[in-house]
């Protein structure tokens, strides 16, 4: 006999076909049936006409299977072998035979083995005629085991998707733990670089305020003490030196009050970074001869307090850079805030069309303040090594999560193009007082 050997679960098996109890009963008269017996009883019970029947309604599962002794032929017997070998781990399909001979007649058995454990062969056999409380509790005996059966399959699946889980967990743990010195390495460097970049920008501005005491006022009290030891020494000094002694005292006096201005405008603190910004045009334009030209929008609030300064700093460095390095008497500032999925205001770099709202739109969540200041001077190589302080500047971007972008090249002038999320989340913000008015 040619039959293939199936597989005994099929992976779709329905709750209903999972308890089938299949009938191949060859020489019973169906009246009354086996199958009448057992559906009475409630239990879903199906004929089968042939073995090769049989083994195909297996595919799609079964609880029981019920034959008589004439089914139980040689070639059956070898093909049920195969197929309990076949079977998964906790499968272990019940089967009862039905005989009205002695259990050692039926062909092949005692060579099966089927009792054994290397087969796992959970045969049951019953003398025929059988009493239908006994068939139907056999049955029965047979499907719970069965039932135990599919909750051990259950258990199973459940356990291989646990372990399959536990297996992406540890290989992601794997990976983490691979690359996690390689961040703490990565993030030491980008502190230590945070770090310099701010000790940089301190010693830079040291210097230039040693400067102006060295270059500026020392020169002032100098000239002051000439005069007052002259007039000391020589009383027909006095009537032209005490003035003079009091004029310098006055210009040393306004040194140390633009200095203290400068390094810390009370406007930035009272009125907000925009006027802090008028301010800094103004004193650029007395102090250096640089004409200023801003434009600032009338939204334009920065509410948070540390970021107003930074900002105002920076700004601060790039004029400065402009005065020392540019070879021009004129540079301009924009300002404005760059609202959560709106459009790049307009005339910023990044602008790409109106300010409707179709076109030139931010994918960015976060509101963001945008300031560049540009000029039409000398230039440079953004990429030479001497940057004129702005990689400090990028470096203390990074601090509130904000960028600096650098347009340059000789002869051609520079743009300098800083932002910053408009609430960055390292420090809580503090109200601006323009904002409460």
């Known amino acids: 006999m040619s039959v293939s050997s199936p597989s005994f679960e099929s992976t779709s098996e329905t709750a209903t076909s999972s308890e089938r109890v299949l009938l191949l009963l060859p020489g019973i008269s169906r009246e009354p049936t086996i199958g009448a017996i057992l559906s009475r009883a409630g239990f879903a019970a199906e004929h089968v006409d042939s073995v090769e029947t049989l083994y195909g309604e297996l595919r799609h599962g079964a609880g029981v299977v019920v034959v008589t002794d004439e089914a139980v032929t040689e070639d059956a017997v070898q093909l049920l072998v195969r197929t309990l070998n076949r079977r998964p781990p906790w499968s272990n399909l019940p089967i009862i035979v039905l005989t009205r001979r002695q259990p050692q007649s039926l062909p092949g058995l005692g060579a099966l083995d089927l009792f054994m454990s290397d087969t796992g062969g959970n045969l049951t056999i019953l003398e025929y005629p059988v009493h239908p409380v006994t068939l139907t509790s056999v049955v029965q005996s047979a499907l719970r085991a069965r039932r135990r059966q599919y909750q051990v399959r259950d258990l199973l699946q459940g356990l291989e998707e646990k372990n399959a889980a536990l297996a992406v967990s540890e290989d992601a743990l794997r990976e983490a733990n691979a690359t996690l010195e390689e961040r703490v390495e ?225 002869g051609e002038g520079t743009t300098v193009v800083i932002e910053a999320p408009i609430s960055p989340s390292t420090k809580r913000p503090e109200t601006d007082r323009r904002t409460a008015e």
């Open 186 to 410: 990565e993030r030491t460097r980008q502190v230590q670089e945070l770090a310099m970049a701010v000790t940089a920008a301190e010693q830079r501005e040291r210097n230039r305020i040693s400067h102006i005491l060295h270059d500026h006022l020392q020169q002032i009290i100098h000239s002051a003490k000439m005069w007052a030891e002259l007039a000391v020494s020589d009383a027909d000094t006095r009537a032209e030196g005490l003035p003079r002694i009091v004029e310098l005292l006055d210009e040393a006096l306004e040194t140390t009050r633009s200095l203290t201005v400068e390094l810390n405008p009370p406007v930035l603190d009272t009125d907000g970074l925009a006027e802090a910004l008028t301010w800094l045009a103004d004193h650029v334009s007395e102090r250096h001869g640089l004409d200023v030209q801003l434009d600032i929008g009338d939204d334009f609030v920065v509410a948070h307090r540390d970021l107003r300064t930074l900002l105002f700093q920076l700004v601060r460095e790039l004029l400065f850079n402009v005065v020392k390095h540019a070879g021009v008497d004129s540079a301009r500032v924009r300002a404005a805030i760059d609202e959560a999925g709106g459009p790049s205001p307009a005339g910023f770099p990044g602008h790409t069309g109106p300010t409707d709202g179709r076109a030139g739109e931010r994918t960015d969540r976060a509101s963001r303040v945008r300031i560049v200041v540009e000029d039409e001077g000398e230039g440079f190589d953004p990429n030479a090594q001497n940057g004129h302080g702005l990689t400090s500047i990028q470096r203390r971007l990074d601090l509130v999560g904000g960028t600096c972008r650098i347009e340059s090249s000789p």
